[in-house]
């Protein structure tokens, strides 16, 4: 769930030229209105496999501070089997997050390591890289085109990491909507081969943030989708950083 | 060529029963070669098969011998930048209590890194689903997941969700199938018996703490593998390995090497004994066919000519007796893989499992040659004396070739010469290749000797046997005196065939005897708490904090916890057994064999020294006060050797240390065994029972008593000796051919003789009278010179054993009882053999005895 | 002493070969007969089978009032041993064995005490002529001695009959003469009746009935005419 493209949103006050911005600058706009103290949502995530299997997974999410600094749990709530599952993730500005994953049977944390970071996030389609936080430090952009996703107007952004930037991907195509400044779509490449679409759709102004409250991530690998719902979605919650630590994981 | 087909085949066919005799010394020599090749080559092959599977496209592994290490050097290495992907895997070898499935090889992994190296290939949960781990999380999530493969799922019947029992460090627990791999690859490591958990549920599972038992990497694109394995071991330092994945399927093959050592002795035992029989054979042939010879060379054959006839019949011979072996052979090993798979297996506790024998084009034809070349030599001398028959003297009628005197004579002076150069040998003792010169030429002298030696028995017997039976005994007797020729060849073989019985023998007896001593004094403990029922496995350990609580237990008295596993020491895998040293000492006495009782034990319990077991000294060449380099996790201990004590843990030798020092420098704070001395007055039974009854709900645990453990480790000792029981049917099943060849070659020389004896009144049953106590005396001259050599070949045996093989220091003692049992049981041996060549005696025809040649 | 009635013998092998055919054949009580005739007409045959080495495969053989036919191989031996002394050609000594043991074999073989044995054997080899050589082994002796030492151990129980298989065969003129008389001398002062196969004509016209044989039947039986002249050893000398 890429940060620019889930919670961007809110509009620049500096960024009147909109036709004249350059990439970053939409980028970085966006990022800037989708900025909150903390967030927390009841998510619902729902894997469609190609033969049209439906697996239903709830989580618990919670996140402290925006971006680079950001930190998330994710605690899954639904079904049974996997009650208590956690991860938490630390962000950084300036290189990949740390990420660790505590499982309650076995009462132990694991480290994610950098390396495994391509992997699917536990049979979703996501993958553990699509969970961090994307810094607009750690890329570089060009405007594209525009296009429009859903019937609303967007630019179309090419991004590339930068060399500190380890990802599995070696370019993504990113599509911010001109109105609002929320990304609608990605694209993520690697070496000119689509692996993943992340698409995102029922965008609501909650709490002054615009937010998408759908996001669909299709594997054009395995053909399958899975759908996440954002329920309960609440910003800037009192929240303490002692909540986001490895010894909070292990807690509840 | 045509010369064999019309001259040899016809006297091979009217001979054949002789001939399937003779290449039956080949036939058993190849045979053995190539069973115990293969079969020690296919668990080999089964090892490397298993570790090769099981490393995917692991390009390099990471261990601390078998110790294991902690879990952050993970992170160390997954931070090195050219490492692309760094994974942990804990190894352990289970019994399912599955029946008939024996054990099942649990790999325990981390499924987020490790399907970059491995892959699973999982199967469609068969919704049509695309993921075979039916739910990923699910997976990791319980801790009773499991993977298994396909192969093992269909032989157990096992479908996604299916239960599989499993005894764990907290008790017997049912695991969930939760995925099944697809056939290819990793499912076919183990022979398929295979299952995948997470790695740590596994370190719960297995008791190991937060260690694993390796790391398994592969580099960056346009990395080097070279340089990122410098890279780590110096990041890592000298206590880790960081080797490829072949070179730890490497470490296994010089443990096999010992077995290998083993089957080599026995087989090229075998051929040399079945060189003499063919030389027997042909030599008798030669006498035999002389009148024919001598038409042959009258009608103008060269001796050339003759010499190659008898070296292309040895060639034939030969080549028909290895390919026979071959067979055999390929038989014999599919019956002893197993055997020797399950050996190494419970010794070195190490994984594999060998199914199916893999053959090597190689080492068949090397054992084609072997035998064909062996049939050659013996038939060199046989052969150079058909060329050299004097065509004049061959064609007179009624004339035997007599040994000459002057041949004799040279024998003699040769084994002189060569048993002064064994003896010359014996003062450079030091320098090892003299001593197996020494070895060989003590056993040339001894050949050289045999006529010689037989004859002079063969004397003595006359009387003896004349007193017996006067006419059936004195011709017995006469007839080994006659031709010294004929018998000497089945008495070498006799001798040869039990020398080696006395000395493996003796060597077996010893080994048994120390064993036993070294039991009494340092394996007294009245009660052995272990996570396995095996005491060499150690996949499960316990925690240390469980010795409070056996201690509370009524009835215990002291309790010693030790540690023990294989650490590389100069690259080899040693045994490393960490004990508390001052409990060690409170029952048990370790007499030193070098150095001060006291001290030693001072010093080492302090940890600034440690104990070096006799063997691990002798093999090793380290002497006391030696400073042994030990490579830990946290980095290299330089301990001098404080003492040399008799220790038989393991069959490479062993080092004795403080278990505090162990806990420092391994981390490592688990137990293996916890060796338990009861307290005054208490019944071993009760405690058992007490111990039982508190652990073993909760805990995974096996009680064995002091009797249990000695009789593990005896049987234990018996399988490691079984080989050599199979050297000594070997070595009888020779005697017993090599009587019955002689045997069927004295009649068939003798037939004129008997018919003579019939014909002036001897009734059949003196004939077999006759021929019984030709059997017996070789026999008994075999028996008595095969005694003799013996209590020379086990002076030698127990020095190979000493330095080379196992490294203990046994005392020389002849195994008398069996010596005693031989004389008998061979004589029984002998007279069984001459059964049906006396009754061939008697059958034939008389008027055909009598016929002029 | 020695009744052939209608004697025949076949060698079953690729080729059906007989033998001997219809054989009989009617020798006395001390009679010494020689039996001649030219290679394969039957004659070693004929000997075997009335040795006992051999069985007849049709008509009947009777020794000293017993049939052959129906023994088993031991009552064959047995008879054998009591009632047959044997002569070979090639002596037949064991190379092994002294004089005095090779002589003592069949005395062995009868189970006789040792003192009898060595009292019998020490007759034999004085009745010989070889009383010097008692210990020498048979390769120590010349044609003549080791002919002299086989036919002391065919003596050895002074059996009634005594079958000669070319015993001059291996041997130069005058040795021959020489076993020649010792046997004729021996037929008269022991009485035994002796049975002579040979195709030397001089040896065989020296006995008192010459039967001769071809293609396994008898030919001619008469007396012998040289048996007279012969008669006196000295005149060889």
Known sequence: MNRLSIFCLLFSAFCFLASAQDARQIVAESENRSRSKSQQYEGTLEVIGASNKVSVKRWQYRRIGSYGTSKVILRFTAPAEVKGVALLIVNHTDRASDQWMWTPAIERDRRIAVQDRSTRFFGTDFSFEDLEERDVDQFDYKVAGEDSIDGAACWKIESKPKQSKSSQYTSSLVWVRKDNYVGAQIENYSKEKLIRRIHYSDIQNVSGIWTPRTVEVYDANRKSRTVLKLEKLEYNLPMKDEDFTLEALRRE | MILLKLISWPYVRQHLPRWLLTIAGIVLGVAVFVGIHTANQSVVYAFHQTVDRIAGSTELQISAGETGFDENVLDRVQAVPEVRVAVPVIEAVVGTGVQGQGNLLILGVDMTGDRSLRDYDLESNGQGGDEGIDDPLVFLAQPDSLMVTDTY??????????????????????????????????????????????????????????????????????????????????????????????????????????????????????????????????????????????????????????????????????????????????????????????????????????????????????????????????????????????????????????????????????????????????????????????????????????????????????????????????????????????????????????????????????????????????????????????????????????????????????????????????????????????????????????????????????????????????????????????????????????????????????????????????????????????????????????????????????????????????????????????????????????????????????????????????????????IWLEALAVGTVGVILGLALGALQLYYSLHISAEDMAGLRLSYEYPYPIALMLLPGILAVAFLSAIAPAETAVRGSLVEALEYE | MLELANVGKVFQGKRKVTALENVDLSIGRGEMVSIVGPSGSGKSTLLNLIGGLDTATSGEIEIDGRRLSGLSDDELTRLRRDKIGFIFQFFNLLPTLSCFENVAIPLHLRGWPKKKIEERASELLTLVGLAARREHLPDELSGGERQRCAIARALSVYPPVLLADEPTGNLDTHTGAEILALIRDLHERLGSTVLIVTHDIHVAESCARLVALRDGRIEEDRAGRRAAIIHDPAETH
């Not at chain 2, 001894?446 to 006359?462: S, V």
């Not at chain 2, 704070?669 to 029972?689: D, Q």
């Open chain 2, 153 to 770: 799922a269909r032989e157990n019947h096992l479908a996604i969700g299916a239960k599989v029992p499993m005894s764990t460090m907290d008790g017997r627990k049912l695991f969930t199938v939760r995925g099944v791999m697809k056939s290819g690859g990793l499912t076919s490591a183990f022979g398929g018996n295979l299952a995948v958990m997470d790695v740590y549920a596994a370190q719960k599972v297995f008791g190991r703490g937060r260690k694993f038992d390796r790391i398994d990497l592969a580099v960056k694109d346009g990395a080097s593998i070279a340089a990122v394995r410098t890279k780590l071991e110096a990041l890592l330092g000298p206590g880790f390995q960081v080797q490829e994945p072949s070179a730890r399927a490497q470490q296994f093959d010089t443990i096999a090497r010992v077995y290998t050592l083993t089957a080599n002795v026995t087989s090229v035992f075998a051929l040399f004994i079945g060189m003499f029989i063919i030389y027997n054979t042909f030599q008798i042939a030669v006498t035999q066919r002389r009148a024919e010879i001598g038409i042959l060379r009258a009608l103008g054959a060269t001796r050339g000519q003759i010499r190659t006839l008898f070296l292309g019949e040895s060639v034939v011979a030969g080549l028909f007796g290895s390919v026979l072996g071959l067979l055999a052979g390929i038989a014999i090993a599919r019956g002893m893989t197993g055997y020797i798979g399950s050996l190494l297996g419970e010794i070195y506790g190490i994984a594999q499992k060998a199914d199916e024998i893999s053959t090597n084009p190689m080492l068949m034809t090397f054992a084609v040659v072997l035998g064909v070349i062996t049939s050659v030599v013996a038939a060199l001398i046989p052969a150079q004396s058909a060329a050299r028959v004097d065509p004049v003297q061959a064609l007179q009628k009624g004339k035997y070739q007599q040994l000459s005197a002057g041949e004799n004579r040279a024998r003699r002076i040769a084994a002189l010469v060569v048993a002064i150069a064994a003896a010359s040998c014996l003062l450079l003792e030091r320098f090892r290749i003299f001593f197996y010169v020494g070895d060989a030429l003590a056993v040339l002298a001894a050949l050289l000797l045999t006529p010689t030696f037989a004859l002079w028995l063969a004397r003595a017997l006359r009387p003896l046997l004349r007193w017996m039976r006067p006419v059936e005994g004195t011709l017995a007797a006469d007839s080994l005196l006659q031709a010294p020729r004929r018998t000497s060849g089945a008495v070498a073989a006799l001798m040869l065939s039990l020398a080696l019985v006395v000395a493996l023998g003796g060597l077996t007896r010893a080994s048994y005897d120390s064993i036993f001593g070294w039991l009494k004094v340092a394996l007294n403990p009245d009660l052995f708490v272990s996570p396995s029922q095996s005491l060499t496995q150690r996949d499960f350990r316990f925690p240390e904090s469980m010795g409070a609580q056996l201690r509370a237990i009524p009835g215990v008295g002291d309790i010693q916890m030790v540690r023990d596993a294989r650490v590389l020491i100069q690259g080899q895998p040693t045994m490393f057994v960490a004990a508390d040293i001052t409990e060690l000492r409170k029952h048990a006495t370790l007499p030193p064999v070098a150095g001060d009782e006291k001290e030693m034990f001072r010093l080492t319990a302090q940890g600034k020294a440690v104990l070096a077991s006799d063997n691990f000294a002798t093999l090793r060449g380290f002497k006391l006060g030696d400073v042994v380099d030990i490579p830990s996790p946290s980095g290299v201990l330089h301990l001098p050797i404080a003492g040399i004590v008799t220790d038989y843990s393991d069959e490479q030798g062993s080092l004795l240390v403080d278990r505090s020092l162990y806990k420092r420098y391994w981390n490592d704070t688990t137990v293996n065994i916890f060796r338990i001395y009861l307290a005054r007055g208490a019944a071993e039974a009760e405690v058992k029972r007490r111990i039982l009854e508190q652990f073993g709900n909760q805990r995974r645990l096996f009680v064995l008593t002091n009797r249990d453990v000695r009789r593990y480790i005896l049987r234990l000792t018996d399988q490691w000796f079984g080989i050599t029981y199979v050297q000594i049917a070997v070595a009888v099943l020779v005697a017993i051919l090599g009587i019955v060849n002689t045997l069927t070659v004295s009649i068939t020389d003798r037939r004129r003789e008997l018919g003579v004896l019939q014909a002036v009144g001897g009734l059949r049953n003196q004939i077999r009278g006759t």
